[in-house]
């Protein structure tokens, strides 16, 4: 069943551009703007919506994170993100014209299932992102979008990550589409964008041995920080996730912004620092910023493990190890650069020892509460 990886989890991370391509399947039209009637919720039911709520756990609240900056952007809608665990506890303004949407692999997250519930209550429409057929969370939704990454066995995220991302996107888009924030050719130019997605993750994944042999070398490091901004630093958080989850070490998550008011005080001599660098394109200002944080931390002694675009040469001189992904418009990086990511937690787990399908204390699906 593994198709000859050592892990199911190398499989999932290998399978990523063809579960990519088929989340995109059949919601393209020939127009090339995007078709989502099989959502079941009616253009006017989306033009109502004053706002958008996202709840998930985990690696799918992650993806949520990412969710917010292209709804925002592309809708004009103000969208907040929600651990599903938290959700229902503080009284949240959630009314008819809301629309929640509950990311979920499995469709069985009891978490996030209240959470649907509860804004279901409230009067909401919920949208589920799901990857599993007929589970319970898309059955007690009004609208459902199904990921098709095919089945992850492996108990750490990754085609499902990715996938939730896609499905994410074209929500938004599509949003967008609906209400007249984006027009044609802007909608067809970020649909070829996405289109352009499989071929990339891809690349990436061809490129990947340095990674893995970064991870052997890094194998006894106690602890490893991860710093992004905008949509990288979603993809710190995850990074920082799989390899806890995975390789059980100290790993955490910073926005970059934030390290001068606490976080900088952890970097030590041979620290391993992880970057994620936002395109140099677009916006320009963040690139910048992020650029001199990792001068920041190398000048205090950290190893800084960089992940950045093609042809971005600002970030040279500073970079102990550069992982470089393909050129990517700024709010779709995050499906290139969390795979090297995955990539790095599954070769440390592996190199410590220890079942990277199996981690210690963990389960596939969370129906506890
Ligand atoms: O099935 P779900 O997407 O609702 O699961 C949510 C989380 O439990 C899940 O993403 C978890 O964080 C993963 N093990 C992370 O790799």
């Known amino acids: 069943e593994k198709d000859g990886y ?5 499989k999932e991370i290998a399978e990523q551009p063809k579960a990519v391509a088929n989340t995109l ?29 996202v709840v998930a756990c985990g690696t799918a609240y992650h993806a949520g994170m990412v969710a917010k900056y292209a ?3 592309w809708t004009r809608l103000p969208c907040e993100v929600e651990l599903a665990s938290e959700f229902r506890y503080r009284d949240p303004v959630v009314d008819r014209q809301t629309l929640v949407i509950a990311i979920s692999q499995s469709g069985e997250t009891m978490d996030t299932l209240m959470a649907l519930r509860y804004a279901r209550e409230q009067g909401a429409r919920v949208l589920a992102i799901c990857n599993t057929n007929g589970a319970t969370i898309p059955r007690e939704s009004d609208a459902v979008l199904y990921t098709h990454a095919g089945p992850e066995v492996a108990v750490a995220s990754t085609k499902a990550f990715l996938t939730q991302m896609i499905a994410c996107f074209l929500v938004g888009l599509y949003l967008g589409q609906v209400r007249g924030t984006k027009w044609g ?21 061809e490129t990947m041995e340095p990674v893995r042999e970064l991870a052997r070398n890094l194998a006894s490091a106690t602890s490893v920080l991860f710093l992004g901004r905008h949509v990288g630093y979603p993809v710190a958080l995850e990074g920082a996730l799989k390899l806890k989850e995975l390789a059980y070490m100290h790993a955490e998550g910073f926005a970059a912004g934030e390290l001068k008011h606490g976080p900088i005080a952890l970097v030590e001599e041979g620290m391993p620092i992880v970057v994620v660098v936002p395109s140099p394109r677009g916006r320009s200002v963040l690139h910048d910023k992020i650029v001199s944080n990792i001068q920041e931390v190398r ?4 190893r800084t493990i960089v992940i950045a675009e093609e042809g971005d040469d600002d970030v040279v001189p500073y ?4 992982i470089r992904v393909p050129e990517c418009p700024v709010l779709l990086q995050p499906v290139v650069s969390t795979v090297p990511l995955q990539v790095f937690a599954c070769e440390m787990a592996s190199a410590r020892g220890f079942d990277v399908d199996q981690p210690r204390n963990l389960a596939k699906s969370v129906t506890v509460e």
């Open 25 to 53: 399947l059949g919601r393209i039209g020939k127009d090339g703007l995007l078709s989502l009637d099989e959502m079941r919720l009616s253009d006017d039911e989306l033009r109502e919506v004053d706002k958008v709520v």
């Open 71 to 73: 709804i925002e952007h």
């Open 319 to 322: 970079a102990d190890h550069l």
């Open 185 to 205: 050719d802007e909608i067809r130019s970020v649909v070829r964008d996405l289109s352009d997605l499989p071929a990339k993750v891809d690349l990436v994944l």
């Open 299 to 302: 000048a205090r002694g950290a």
């Open 6 to 10: 050592d892990y199911f989890m190398l």
